[in-house]
């Protein structure tokens, strides 16, 4: 099964034949905070403001092309909005899933909480950072994670990071991360990090950028996602509403359809 952290996410959406295209506009936006929002609304900040803040001050890549992890452009460039400027490595690693766990751990990362950044192997087994730092390496037998201990001092914080990423992408997926998240009963109390997700071999995962909402209770959300093969992280477009996009409305969200998958009721999870 861990084999099968590398193919999480392949094309399985049923959105109506007719696809809207929308047009590219003439802002320049530099970050998430910096997206138009409609008439009356306004940013949410109310669960980790943390973590919130970190998503919303997110920059964008001046070009707005989505490339590979190998340098060549996505052949699809129609599905985004924006792109996030967070460098994916050279590897075929951060794919869909591996696009949640990189933001949530980065965010961890940057803050020094490095005993918060863990996570469950497709295994079952955990794999934490903080383990990391003291000595524990893992892996693969028989088809779970073997820890062993090296000698080894820490002298650079980030290259050491970089490192356990890559075991995290190598052995994590959307399967093992639905099992990790927690499941968000009432999807009106969507919150910026929250996960859509569909654990499984495919399955596919998409990350809540922001939310916001108005006086009449009514709650919009940008998502972003990763993809296979390993491809910049990108805030993607809302086809069933062109004119709300890349706003996604909250009011008989299922199915949620995304350019390239769709969410049933019960996919909102939590970190």
Known sequence: MLL???ISCT????IPATIPRIESTNKVVKNIRGISL?????YVNDHDSSYTDWLLNLNFKKDNKVYLYDGNLKSNQDIHYEVLDIAIGKKDLVQCADAAMKLRSDHLFEKHR???IKFTGTSGDEISFDSWLRGTRWKEKKGRLVSYNVSKPV????NEYNAFMEIVFSYC???SLSKQLRAVND???VKAGDVFIKGGFPGHAVTVMAVAKNDLGQTIFLLSQGYMPAQDIHILKNFSKPKLSPWYEMSEIYPLYTPQWQFEKGSLKRW
């Open 4 to 6: 099968y952290a590398f």
């Open 11 to 14: 094309d399985n959406v049923k």
């Open 38 to 42: 409609p008439q009356g609304f306004s």
């Open 114 to 116: 490095y005993d918060q």
């Open 155 to 158: 002298s650079n914080i980030q």
């Open 173 to 175: 997926g959307s399967y």
């Open 187 to 189: 999807e009106n109390s």
